[in-house]
Each structure stands twice: as C-alpha cells, then as structure tokens.
C-alpha cells in the first residue's frame, strides 16, 4: 500500500488534496482559472508582493492579532488552558479580510476592475467591500434572500462601502444559490472581472490560495504560544463553514505531530436530514461547485437542505483539504448544535466579555467538552474567527426570544 500523500506539501498541480480537490468547471472558466494559477504562483514569488500585502495587513487590517489568554472560561471548565486567537479584532470583525486583501493584490496584478463575490453571514461580502472600496474596484455581491434577511447589517454595511448586493431568490436563498450566481456572473463577466471566492472551497486554485493568505493566522498563533507556554499546543480547534479560519490556524502546525486539530461543523437540530450542514455526520463524497469533497446529497447525488443558526456555517460541502486531512487522520472533525453553540456564546460572553460571532460559538462549543476532557496539563488554542456584532439580533431573538430589532 503507497503511503497517504505528505499533508503539508498538497495540494498538487491541478488542485488535488489526495482524492479531494481538482478543477471541475465549465470549460469557459478554464483560461481564468489557469491564469489565475500562474499570476498567484508568481506573486507569491514576488518580494514585493508579500511586502505590499504584510504592510497592508499590518498598517490597514490590524495585524498581529492577540492571543488572549482565557483565563475565567479556563477556570469555569476546569481542564485544559485555553488561548483565543483574535480573528474578531481585525478590521471588518472576522477573518476573511485576510483572504480578500491578498486577493484584491491579485486581481490589480491580473489587470481586473471589477471584482464579484459571494457572501453567507455578510462578512466575506463587508470584506471584499471594503477592499473594492480601498482600492477602487467597482464590487457585486451576491447574497440569498434568506441570508439577507438574516443578517441585515452586513447589507446595510456593503451598501455604504458602495457595493451592489444583489438578492438571490433560487432555491434555499442561502449561500450554495449566491454561489451558482457569482459562477454564472464570473462565466458571463471573466475578461474584466475576478471572483473572489470567500472559503477554502471551489475550483483549483482557490482552495490553495484562500488557505495560504490566512495561515497567517497559525504562523502568529505559533510564535505566541511559545512566546507564552514555552512550548506547542495540544489541540487546536476551530469552526468549520467552508474550512478557510481552520485551515488557516492548522496548516502551519500540520508538520507538528504532538499538535492534534479538531474542526467543529454546525449540527443545527440535530443530525437528521436537511436539519444541519456537518458534512462529515452523514455527508458522502461528491462534487459541489468545482471541487471533489464531502458533501450532503441524497441518494440520487441531489443536494440536500441545510439548516445552522450561524448563516456562515450553512453551506453544503466542506472545503477538500479538511476532507484529506480527516480521511489520513491528521484531524478530526465533530459537530455542535445550535444550542450547544447559543449556550457557548453566553458562556464566553459572560465570562470573557468577549461576545463571538454564532459560527466561532461552534468552535467554543467545541472548546467545551474537549477542555475537561484533556484535564488541566491540556493546552487548548482556539480560533476566535470572528465577532458577533452582526449577530445581535438573531441571538436576543434565540437567547430572549423576542424581536429586539424591528
Ligand atoms: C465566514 C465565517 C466562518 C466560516 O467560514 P470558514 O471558511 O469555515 O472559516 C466562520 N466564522 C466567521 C466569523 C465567519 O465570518
């Protein structure tokens, strides 16, 4: 039997994780993508590029971002000691706007104006707003109708960063049809437009490319802990949407055997069908919207409902890489209701005053079982991806169960 491929060196030329991954989209893509590959490796090659793009994440973005030790949690669980990386204090309030700065340097190097995305919480969308916005890109945001609904604010935001949000009325309304649209818009519109696709999903090389502009966030979270504990973690946990925040926090520790990762996928009702999006709980391998992954289909291949509090972590497949690393083993991947995630957002809120966004609050729940188990020699690093401003209403509605906003 050949040995499983090495982790920390995939994906391969043509965008596979092992068995996951690839390029599986209409042919009239192909040149966009191909360039897109090329015009990254040779940014990444480029000094210049990494320079303008630390000095931006640096002086723009707010980076470093803490390690906050979580020292009243720590102790109300009575386990492992557990960190928090502060995605939540960079600019926009999440994570993403790692991946839309280094894409947005992308897109100016491919000589785009306009530049397309999709969004499912908002914040992917606040992001690729905001970098149009710096940057002078005329920006549409696809959104579904649910979603916007849902999360009302992220709209009001891209609006005043002068973006168009266009409603997406099939199906679910929810991100897999924003997905479908931003495709059929990017195939209509490529000559002048790049996508820039918001999680570790999607065709070759967008998986690679999301994955590599947020591992700035375990490279930091590396440095700070042997900073503070003189030595590695023992887990690192994270929530798992598309995979772009956990890939991100794990990749740089993958060659670190002693470090063990948990991704938390949302288990909304429960397990049952079309009430979740944890594609590892009764998910199987299929293709979804250009990549080879885990996904939720019935039988006929058809894909199936999903349902999560958190907008963000609502979405049918997970992103190939997470797909390889659970199938060699590397990490494992768990599930936390709706509830369970409502109960960790009031737990951290409470006792860190740090109120999360609901798809970090999957994490954290996560945090919560895993920390007494490890027992008090445990040390714990969890990504805190994300604040939970935008998620105000939707909470008080869960939490008090009333309409606080009209
Ligand atoms: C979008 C989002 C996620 C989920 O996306 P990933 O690609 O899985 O990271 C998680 N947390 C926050 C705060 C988000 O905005």
Redesign the pocket.
């Known amino acids: 039997m050949s040995s499983p491929p090495d982790p920390t060196t995939l994906p391969d030329a043509r965008g596979h994780f092992g068995t996951y991954g690839g390029m599986f989209v209409p042919e009239t893509l192909m040149a966009a993508l191909e360039e897109l590959t090329h015009e990254y490796e040779r940014a990444k090659a480029d000094p210049a590029f990494r320079a303008e793009l630390d000095a931006l994440l640096r002086d723009y973005v707010g980076r470093p971002t803490p390690l906050t030790f979580a020292e009243r949690w720590t102790e109300a669980l009575g386990g492992a000691k557990i960190y928090l990386k502060r995605e939540d204090l960079l600019h926009t309030g999440?994570?993403?706007i790692n991946n839309a700065m280094g894409q947005i340097l992308l897109a100016k190097r491919l000589g785009k104006s306009r530049i397309i995305a999709e969004t499912?919480?908002g914040?992917?969308g606040v992001a690729t707003a905001t970098v149009c916005a710096r940057f002078g890109f005329d920006c549409t945001i696809y959104m579904g109708e649910v979603d916007m609904a849902r999360q009302a604010l992220n709209v009001a935001r891209m609006r005043f960063l002068g973006a168009e949000v266009k409603a997406v009325t099939a199906g679910q309304r929810t991100l897999k049809e924003a997905v479908n649209e931003a495709m059929r818009d990017w195939v209509t519109n490529v000559r002048g437009t790049h996508y820039i696709l918001?999680?570790?999903l999607g065709s070759h090389p967008f998986p690679m490319m999301v994955r590599d502009f947020h591992r700035v966030i375990g490279e930091e979270a590396r440095s700070q802990i042997l900073e503070k504990e003189g030595r590695l973690p023992d887990y690192l946990v994270a929530?798992?949407?598309?995979?772009?925040?956990?890939i991100g926090l794990f990749h740089p520790f993958l060659a670190d055997g002693s470090v063990k990762m948990l991704g938390v996928e949302a288990g909304g009702h429960g397990i049952k069908r079309g009430e979740h999006a944890a594609r590892f709980q009764g998910g199987k391998l299929g293709v979804l919207q250009g990549t080879k992954t885990w996904l939720l289909a019935d039988a006929d291949g058809q894909i199936e409902l999903t349902h999560s509090v958190s907008a963000?972590?609502d979405y049918a497949a997970v992103g190939p890489e997470h797909a390889h690393l659970k199938e060699v083993g590397r990490a494992d991947y768990t599930y936390a209701t709706d509830a369970e995630a409502l109960e960790a957002f009031q737990q951290v809120s409470q006792l860190e005053g740090i109120i999360p966004?609901l798809?970090?609050a999957h994490g954290l729940a996560g945090v919560r079982k895993l920390a007494p188990e490890l027992g008090a020699d445990g040390l714990i690093i969890c990504n805190c991806?994300?604040r939970g401003d935008k998620d105000v209403a939707q909470a008080a509605k869960a939490i008090f169960g009333e309409e606080v906003f009209g």
């Not at 949407?241 to 956990?246: K, M």
């Open positions: 999440a994570h993403k499912g919480a914040q992917h918001g999680s570790a929530c798992v949407g598309g995979g772009s925040n956990a963000g972590l966004a798809e970090t991806s994300g």
